[in-house]
């Protein structure tokens, strides 16, 4: 098969079942899901896992000689020796899932060559799928989308961790507009993609999981996602950490790098 039939064949198996993956986190929504506390006080749903087996079994059984990285299964580091891995997250945002809010998804990449070729954040209650595949562009339920410039006289409008977003808005001299917060670091970030905010931040302790899908998104949408150096970010490699990371259109990325270094300079000094 031609490498541009196997990514849309991909995109199309991938987007089939996050959106029956959101069939099922529904039927645990809102409805008080038995959780439990992983290592570092991370809560993990019933949902989560229900939904990490469907695709497991699903992706894999269509896929076998994919590899596997999901964040409800114990890694195996196997899967860097297969030309392409699902990397998964069963539900981005748990703990906002939990507590009934909005701005959550299941998240599902396909990377190759330890960057992703195909994406999709599925939100069931925001009724949004997201895609993106390599050089096709991104889109929202089948329209394509594109980041916006923000206008260097306008508030810079920023989500991300709490703590975060107010530490950036009080270090920096530009105005500031931070929004309500997000429980979902790849939706964060596919609100860049949207062009609904002008920044997204992370702290330095996302997993490929967090990332995969929407880095494609943003992309694709004409934005920019990397590290403090401003680096691409590399998938499937043994460490799944990443660093401090920052997300924003990409006309004006090299500028919001600055502002955030910055910022992080003042914090630690």
């Not at 069931?124 to 923000?150: D, F, H, L, R, Y």
């Not at 206008?151 to 975060?164: D, E, F, H, L, M």
């Not at 429980?183 to 995969?212: F, N, T």
Request: negative net charge.
């Amino acid at each position: 098969m031609p490498e541009a039939d196997t990514h849309d064949a991909d995109l199309k198996l991938i987007t089939e079942l996050a959106r029956e993956s959101g069939e099922i986190a529904m039927k645990y929504f809102g409805k008080s899901p038995e959780v439990w506390m992983k290592e570092g006080e991370s809560p993990v749903s019933e949902a989560d896992y229900a939904i990490d087996t469907f695709l497991k079994e699903k992706l894999l059984e269509a896929r076998p000689d994919y590899g596997w990285l999901s964040e409800e299964t114990e890694d195996n580091l196997d899967r860097i020796k297969t030309q392409r891995t699902f990397v998964v997250d069963p539900i981005d945002g748990t703990r906002g899932f939990i507590n009934g809010m909005k701005r959550w998804c299941i998240s599902i990449a396909v990377v190759e060559d330890n960057r992703p070729i195909s994406g999709v954040l599925e939100c069931p209650v925001m009724q949004e799928t997201i895609t993106a595949s390599t050089k096709n562009g991104a889109n929202v339920n089948g329209k394509s989308i594109q980041s916006k410039v923000c206008a260097a006289t306008s508030k810079i409008k920023i989500a991300g961790p709490r703590s975060v977003g107010r530490e950036f808005a009080e270090l920096i001299e530009q105005e500031v507009d931070i929004v309500p917060f997000v429980p979902s670091l790849a939706y964060r970030l596919a609100m860049i993609a949207m062009g609904q905010i002008d920044l997204s931040l992370a702290r330095g302790s996302a997993k490929d999981w967090d990332l995969a899908a929407a880095d494609l998104i943003v992309q694709e949408a004409g934005a920019k996602l990397t590290n403090l150096q401003g680096e691409q970010l590399a998938y499937n490699c043994r460490d799944i950490r990443h660093s401090t990371l920052v997300a924003s259109n990409g006309v004006r990325h090299d500028e919001m790098l600055d502002l955030a270094r910055n910022a992080i300079d003042k914090r630690q000094k």
